[in-house]
Each structure stands twice: as C-alpha cells, then as structure tokens.
C-alpha cells in the first residue's frame, strides 16, 4: 500500500521568542493553511471560572490593534480564504485556508492577535461576546435532546477539581460573570509564543515564509512561565448511577470508564477495542443490540484521551419499550463474551484496514494535515508521526485488546441515564 | 519594527485549472462523468439515481428513504452483514443516501482496492436482496426515528417551513415521511419503488480518481454493461404559489430557545439571474460578515449564528433565513430580520458587492479539492440539468456582474410581504413577542406542520 504518502517532509524550527515553527511545503494544490496551536484549553480553568479558555476563543475575533472587530473574517473572506478556531480541554487552535497568493495575510493577523490582542479590547466587544457564547451554549447543549449528557457524565466521573470534570463551554452562571480584566490576565498568561506552535502548509516559497515569519511573530515579546495543571491524584472508581430528565421521546444510557491518557501504553488497544464493540454493522454491540436483539436504536464508543487522562465511553439509546437496565445487561454480557472467548481474526482485519484507508483519505485536506502536525507536535514533539500512529494500530495484537477490556471495563464506572419527563 | 498598520498584498493573480470533465459513455448507454485526479491512490464513485421522496407514493410517504436504507442490506451472495464487512475489509467507505430529488450511492476506496468494491457497489445496485427480515428492522428503525425527530427543534422548524412553502407539492414532505404512512409500506412497495426507480435510465456515475479513462470504461462495462436501461421515472410537480406574509408557530415545552426560519418559495437554479441573486445573498446572509449575521449576532447578541440562504431543489427554489436565539429574543429577532430584507431591496452599497464578488471568485478554487468536492461540483450540474461547462464560466460571470444587476436581484427575489414565517419555541413566551410585530395572530401547527386542533 502507499504507505509513503504519510511520510511528511516538514522542517521545524523555534524561533527567538520560544514560538514553535512547522514548514509543510506541498504544491499540489494552490492554496496555504495555517494553523496555530496554543496550549491552552478548559483544563486550565479554575472552578466556579469555567468556560473562559472558550471564550477567550471569541475574543480573539474581537479584533486587535490593527484589524477592526469581526476583520479577521472580512479580510480572509474577500481573500476566498476560511477561517475558524475551536477550543478543547487541552489546547486552542485557530486556522485559516487561503489561496496560496494571500499566504502572507494570516501571518500578518495570527501575529497582531498573538501580540497585540489588548489594545483592540472593550467592554462592550466582551458583553456581547458573553450573549454570543450564552446562545452557543443553549443552541448546541440545552436546547438539543440529550444536550447536556456529556457534562453531566463528565462532572461525575472526574472529581468535582479535576480539570476534566467541567465542560469546555463553561456553566452558564460563570459565563455571566467574566470580567475584562480576566480577559486581559488570561491573555498575558497563556497567549505568548512560548506557549504556541504555527503551521503552515500548502503552496509556498519556504525562504519567503520563513523571513515572513520572522518578521511578524519575531518582535513579539516572550511570556513568562506558563502554570502547570493540578491534577487531583483520586479518582472516582466507585460505581456511580446518575438519572436525569429531559424533553426526550427514547431514554439513553451513557457508560464512563476511567482509562489511559493519550499515546499511552494502552491507548491504541482501546481504539480497537472500541472499533471492535462498535463501529459497523458487525462490531460486537450493534450486532448483538441492533441487529439481533432489536433493543437498541443505536449504540457508541470511543476511548476519548487527551493529554491528562483518558476515559472509555459508551453510548445506547433504548428503543420505546425497553429498559436501560436491559441494554446494559447486554452491554455488559458482550463485553464477558469478548474478554472470555476472545477476537476473531477477521474482526482485526476489518479494524485495521480500516484504520489504514481512513489514514490515507485523511491526507486529501490540507488544513486537516497541519492541524495534525500540530497534533503530533503537541502530544508527540513530533509532526511528522502519521507512520508512527499508525504503526500503534498495526501493532496491537488480539490478546493486547482483551487485555485492556479486562483491565478496564470490569472496573467501576458512571452510569447516566437520560429518561423521558414524568411530567 | 515593521509596519502593521495595513494588511500584506497579495501576490499576483492565481492561475486554477479547472479540472477537465469528460463524458464517458457505457455500452448500455449510462453516463460517466470523469475527473482525472491523481495526487492520492483514491477512487470516489458517486451513483446519482433521480428518484427520491418526489417518487413517494402520496399515501407512503418515506418509501424512497426507506429503499435507500435496504438497497445494501445484503446483495448478491452476501447478506447484510458479509456486504458490510467485505466493504471494510477492504478499506472502503460505503453509504446510500437519499433526499427529495436524488438517492447517490457513494464508494471511496483506494486504488488497489477499487475493483473488488465497484464489483460490490455493482451487487448493490444490480441484485439487492430485500429480505422480510431486514424490511421489518429498518423500518422499525425509521419509526422509531420519527419519534426521536419530535425533540429536534431545528427538524421541526426546517419541515414545518418547508410545509408551510411547498404546499401539497412533493418538496413539502420531509424525505423520512410520517409515522402513519411510513407503518402503511410494506416490503413489496419497497421492491416495486427499487424496480422502478433504481434503472440505468434514470443514473448517472460520476468519478473522480487515480484512473485513466479507459480503465473507467472498462471497469465500469464490465459490471454494468447489462443494466436495463429502458425504463425512466418521472414524478409531476405541482408549483405553490406565494402567499401573504403569516406567522406560525410550533410549542415545544422548556425550551431554551426559539428557533427561526423565515422565507418563501424562490425561482429555480437555471434563472438568469443566479448569479447575481447570489452576490446579493451574500451580502445579506451568506457568510460570517453578512448582514443579518453581524446584526443578530455580533450587534444584538441574540444568536450564536443567523444565515440565509438559496437553496435549490431540482424543480423549485427556497429562500430561507435560519437561526436560532435566546426565547426572551425572538420577537426583536424576527423584527431585525424582516428589516434587513426590506433594506437589501433599498440599498446595496458598491463595496459590499465588491466583498461579495472577491469572496465568491477567489474561494472558487477551494471547491475542488478533494475527491469528493470535485464529484460535489458535478453532481449539482447532473441535479439542475446545467451544460459540463457551466462551472467554466462561474467565475467570469460573477466578475462581470454589474452593481444594478445586483440590486434588481434583491428586488427580483426577496419578497418581504409573501413569508413564512416560523418559530418553534415555548409557546407562552412566543405568542405575544410574534404578536407584537404586526398586530396579526400566529397560528398554532403541530410538529407535522398541520393545524393545530
């Protein structure tokens, strides 16, 4: 197979300031994607201060000293470029896809927010701001069926300080309460170039990109120390059961299993385990649950890692009529008929070669590959790792899969049910 | 120190080769539309059956949805679980999907894999098994889906707008049907709507991928050389007409927001003046910096997002405002938008439409690239019957649209006394804030779009 193809030539380089720089050069297609990580995300946040590293994200649209509220949007649209950022527990990320003769205008936007930020803050830009983020969250959580499952399972899973415990877009009572001086300490705090990597690929001449470079980001002053994370080191292992309400027709169980960070020793094993049980026709729980016994209308799983802890997930909504106990009855007896009678070849092949093929259709977008430069950069320190992870899934073996099943889901869990109004 | 006062030139103007489209023909005379694109090992092949929920009969509603969801539950010698299982073996992603136009059968797969899935794709579209047992699940499923559909307000809104729109014609029903007609199909309705609508007559393939274009038409005779292609389906559509503004409403109980649809029934794709209906949209809500979005969202902070939009069915067009806000909001919201739409008739300024040409031309290179963009692209041209050349002139068109062109287009096709207008939200809270903007009473539908008794 043209395994080859995911051999990345990149050159990487850190400049004065401690900015960390990524050079993809591919002139396949005329257009430039930069992407910026910073490492920052919700689990910086503090409680009863959630749901800033999110915000802080809108800020960043806000304008800056030179490019006016919203510019970001308006100079990069009439370039034919896309733009966004997205915030997550561990680290925000901002990007924009131009075509390739615009390739010095992020780097001249990218720099004036990463430098500059403060002089274009207001009062008012941040009011309205915090309207903007109070409707993302009715829109995309409270108003969504199920809407506020994941938050809900997160909060109980983790401790009530761990850093994993809150949801990335903050609880509504402590959006209504930041203040624009927070907004200027959380800037000066995590928003330096010691504290961010750039990648830029695409079409482009690499001597004119890095004299670019240096001339936008090189004069931004370094930050001091950027704070560690605590992390409690208790976690809930007992079995907890958590019922809530809501406007719903079908109940849904969520499952939450304490496993392994990401790129740990079991990490890849996990994936499987979760393609295994889940991710087709054939996998273990849709087959049993949806096919045969006809109980379920659907049913999920993912080992959701990152960079401080990892947690296995799994998700069934009942059909009318059936019971949540009985879908985890069954969740849980396939789970003892995997550990007790083991995995079958074909199940790996399907697995992998999957995996294998997804690698591959994953290089036809430009800013999905340097957002995984950045990726491999933050966890790695390596961008150039899609041979490697891959390799993490070719080398996991079936009795590697069984073990983390036994080591991990056997184990005390969150159960959340979401059950329809009584009233 | 430099200057940073001013945004960088670009550098000079970007060449795009457009990629070339070329019209393969099939011994049984199907069409194969082919892009060459050889940067990666892949293959995406994109089956276009025009049939879709305008095929439903009246009284089973669904039962084009339902077909797309049993043509690859087993085929050939395989049944539904080998058929799946082989596809992933092999590393190929396959989906049949459907809606009131089209049904397409998409492949990505690699190269060295392609042949054995387009024999694949072939058992699905020559010889579907349609057995009574996974009739019987899948269409459980879809009812089942139906009731989950109840808790969706976005859905609510987009199919009672639609409703409200398209009248009794075939567009104003949602693709998955009702509960009541979905029950009535039986197999045998699913295997006559197949044998009817699933012909070569009635498809078009569309590839894009690492091949050279006589593999294509080798591979694909080889497979499809025999496909019937006789027979062609048509459905009649019966064009609504636009009516007096109304306002409507949909209770759902506890909600934290209303969401919002407004618009009405708009001209067709093919109309002379798309492209500057288009510019225009733009303008007023096609992207971040539009109007109604700076409006609602970064003004009035009513919204995380609020667009409007063209959208184009195969026989009939819709102009929709879409958003979402705070329930407090929703009379405010719907006020400011009826005021952009009274104000994009009255003023366009020359930098707004110069934005809106830049914006449009020079993200036209983007559209092609990856495979399934580039397939995306043709698959419109199929939809709306357009000449293979029409995506070569896109660009120049717009370049050469003058600024009265565009401000006819806003007059032409925004019509701020015929809307829909709809909410669905808590009704207590709704009622009087719609109330409010023009002393008219909103009507009650329920979740279906029908009165509400």
Avoid at chain 1, 386 to 400: A, C, G, I, P, W
Wanted: proline residues 4%; glycine residues 6%.
């Amino acid at each position: 197979m043209a395994k080859n193809l995911l051999k990345i030539d990149y050159e990487k380089y850190t400049l004065d300031n401690g900015l960390q720089v990524i050079l993809y050069p591919d002139n396949s297609f005329p257009l430039v994607s930069v992407n910026i990580w910073y490492s920052v995300g919700s689990a910086n946040e503090k409680p009863g201060k959630t749901g800033f590293a999110h915000l802080f994200e809108h800020m960043m649209f806000q304008g800056s000293e030179n490019i006016p509220k919203e510019g970001h949007f308006r100079y990069i649209q009439e370039a034919g470029g896309s733009l966004n950022g997205s915030t997550s527990i561990d680290r925000t990320n901002y990007y924009e896809t131009v075509p390739a003769n615009y390739w010095e205008l992020p780097l001249w936007l990218e720099s004036d927010r990463m430098g500059f930020m403060l002089g274009g803050l207001t009062q008012e830009k941040l009011d309205n701001q915090k309207d903007v983020v109070m409707n993302e969250r009715r829109q995309s959580y409270e108003n969504q069926p199920y809407g506020t499952a994941w938050e809900k399972l997160f909060s109980n899973l983790f401790p009530e300080n761990h850093p994993y415990s809150w949801p990335t877009i903050g609880w509504m009572e402590d959006i209504t309460k930041f203040e624009l001086n927070e907004v200027k300490n959380f800037f000066r705090t995590y928003y330096s170039p010691n504290n961010a990597s750039l990648v830029v690929g695409g079409n482009f001449d690499t001597n004119g990109m890095r004299n670019s470079i240096e001339k936008y980001f090189g004069d931004i002053q370094s930050g001091g120390k950027v704070p560690g994370i605590t992390v409690p080191p208790k976690k809930n292992i007992e079995t907890k059961k958590i019922i809530v309400e809501d406007s719903i027709q079908l109940p849904r169980i969520y499952l939450g299993f304490h496993t392994e960070k990401a790129f740990s020793k079991n990490d890849a094993a996990l994936d499987i385990l979760s393609d295994v049980l889940t991710s087709s026709k054939n996998a273990r729980l849709q087959k049993s649950l949806i096919f045969e016994k006809q109980i379920a209308q659907d049913v999920y799983s993912f080992q959701y890692s990152a960079r401080l802890d990892g947690s296995f997930i799994i998700i069934s909504t009942a059909k009318p009529g059936i019971t949540l106990e009985s879908i985890k009855s069954e969740i849980m007896t396939e789970i003892s008929k995997l550990i007790s009678g083991g995995i079958t070849d074909d199940e790996m092949l399907r697995a992998k070669n999957s995996l294998k093929s997804s690698y591959i259709y994953s290089l036809q977008k430009l800013d999905l590959i340097t957002d995984h430069l950045n990726h491999y950069n933050y966890f790695l320190n390596e961008p150039d790792s899609f041979l490697f992870d891959l390799s993490r899934y070719e080398n996991v073996t079936k009795e590697q899969v069984i073990e983390a099943a036994k080591k991990y889901l056997l184990n005390g869990h969150t159960e959340l049910n979401f059950i329809p109004r009584t009233k | 120190m430099i200057d940073r006062s001013a945004a960088p030139a670009p550098e000079k103007k970007l060449t795009f080769d457009l990629p070339e489209i070329k019209e393969l023909s099939l011994s049984n005379g199907t069409k194969v539309l082919f892009v060459r694109k050889d940067k990666l090992p892949i293959v995406y092949t994109n089956l276009i059956i025009s049939c879709g929920s305008k095929s439903d009969p009246a009284a089973k509603r669904g039962t084009g949805y339902l077909t797309s969801l049993l043509v690859d539950e087993g085929a050939g010698k395989f049944d539904s679980l080998e058929l799946n299982g082989e596809f992933e073996k092999l590393g190929s992603i396959f989906s049949v999907r459907s809606n009131h136009d089209m049904t397409s059968m998409t492949l990505t797969s690699l190269k060295d894999n392609f042949n054995r899935s387009l024999e694949l794709m072939s058992d699905v579209i020559l010889t579907p098994r349609f057995d009574e047992k996974d009739f019987a699940r899948e269409k459980k499923k879809v009812l089942d889906k139906i009731l989950q559909l109840k808790d969706e307000p976005s859905f609510i809104a987009s199919s009672v707008f639609e409703r409200k729109i398209f009248k009794d014609s075939y567009y104003a029903f949602p693709e998955i049907g009702f509960e009541n007609t979905v029950a009535d199909i039986s197999n045998n309705d699913i295997k006559k709507f197949y044998t009817q609508n699933y012909t070569a007559a009635n498809s078009t393939f569309v590839v894009v991928g690492n091949l050279t274009e006589s593999e294509v038409t080798d591979k694909f005779n080889g497979y499809f050389s025999k496909w019937d292609s006789s027979k062609k389906s048509s459905a009649i559509f019966e064009k609504p007409e636009r009516a007096p503004t109304s306002f409507y409403f949909v209770h759902k109980k506890d909600s934290a927001q209303s969401e919002i649809r407004i618009g009405h029934l708009a001209k067709k794709r093919d109309a002379a003046d798309f492209i500057p209906a288009r510019i225009m949209n733009t303008i007023l809500g096609g992207q971040f910096s539009s109007r109604i979005n700076l409006n609602l969202r970064e003004d009035k902070g009513f919204t995380y997002g609020a667009n409007s939009s063209f959208q184009y069915y195969r026989e009939a067009g819709l102009f929709e405002v879409s958003t979402a806000v705070n329930i407090e909001n929703t009379g405010e919201a719907v006020s400011e938008i009826l005021k952009e739409l009274d104000g994009i008739r009255k003023e366009i300024t020359p930098k707004e439409i110069e934005f809106a040409k830049s914006y449009l031309i020079k993200q036209f290179p983007a559209r092609f690239e990856t495979y399934a963009q580039v397939a995306k692209n043709i698959e419109q041209l199929i939809l709306h019957r357009l000449d293979i050349d029409d995506l070569r002139g896109y660009t120049g068109k717009i370049e050469s649209t003058e600024i009265r062109e565009v401000s006819a287009a806003a007059l032409e096709n925004i019509f701020p006394e015929e809307l829909v207008v709809v909410a669905v939200g808590e009704k207590e809270k709704i009622i009087p804030q719609l109330k409010k903007i023009k002393g008219v009473e909103p009507e009650e539908l329920d979740l279906n779009g029908n009165p509400q008794i």
